[in-house]
């Protein structure tokens, strides 16, 4: 029983190309992130979400455009891949903004 | 972050101790979380500080001084399986709610 799944866990594209990632928690947790880390392990938070509400929004692109169609769901989709998206995405969640957090396994993203 | 420090990298021996240090500056403090994360995994829980003093879990133990903008995480009876990045996050107040801004994570090599 995993309880932050994300798909897929490796993704290859070419720039320029369209991609989502799909992020999924069974914890009951109504708060849910995205994260993601770079080649030097720093991991940034980009957003966040609140019972399908976004609450969060770091300084990220506006191709990056997440989607929470519930609050079990938080799906990250990216227009127009560029060479410097590739990194690993980590999905969380934590029971409101104050709970712990648990992440998802990553998807690695390589754009070619 | 850029206001969260901690060391690169550090080494140690099987069954030794190691002290993993990590210091702060944040606009706001709401907690300090250390994540253990092996090479190609997600970030997994190790603890959780908002009070002053230590806070102790097996082999691992975590330290805060707010007033000193510090913490540690203690690390005993070193096994190989320690070999792994530690992450220290601090939760802070951002977007009109509570985000976890990590650090750089320190890299710990346990050799026999």
């Known amino acids: 029983d995993t309880a932050v799944s994300q798909t897929p866990k490796y993704l290859v594209t070419q720039m320029g190309n369209d991609k989502s990632i799909k992020c999924e928690q069974n914890l009951g947790h109504d708060t849910m992130y995205w994260y993601k880390q770079d080649s030097k392990k720093f991991l940034k938070i980009m957003f966040s979400y609140n019972n399908k509400e976004l609450i969060i929004n770091e300084t990220v692109p506006n191709r990056f455009s997440p989607k929470s169609p519930d609050k079990a769901h938080l799906n990250l989709h990216i227009n127009s891949l560029e060479l410097g998206d590739s990194a690993v995405y980590f999905c969380?969640?934590?029971?409101?903004?104050?709970?712990?957090?648990?992440f998802g396994s990553g998807t690695r993203l390589t754009v070619v | 972050g850029q206001n969260i420090d901690q060391p690169t990298e550090m080494t140690a021996t099987e069954g030794a101790i190691v002290q993993i240090n990590c210091t702060y500056q944040t606009s706001g403090f709401n907690g300090l979380f250390w994540y253990q994360q092996h090479a190609g995994e997600a970030p997994t829980f190790l603890s959780y500080?908002?009070?002053?003093g230590l806070e102790e879990k097996g082999r691992f133990s975590s330290f805060l001084s707010r007033s000193k903008g510090y913490s540690y995480l203690l690390l005993k009876e070193l096994q190989m399986k320690d070999s792994a990045s530690y992450l220290c996050a601090v939760r802070e107040p951002g977007g009109g709610s509570y985000i976890p801004t990590f650090g750089r994570g320190t890299s710990l090599i346990v050799h026999p």
């Open positions: 969380a969640s934590s029971q409101g903004s104050l709970g712990g957090y648990t």
């Open positions: 500080n908002v009070l002053d």
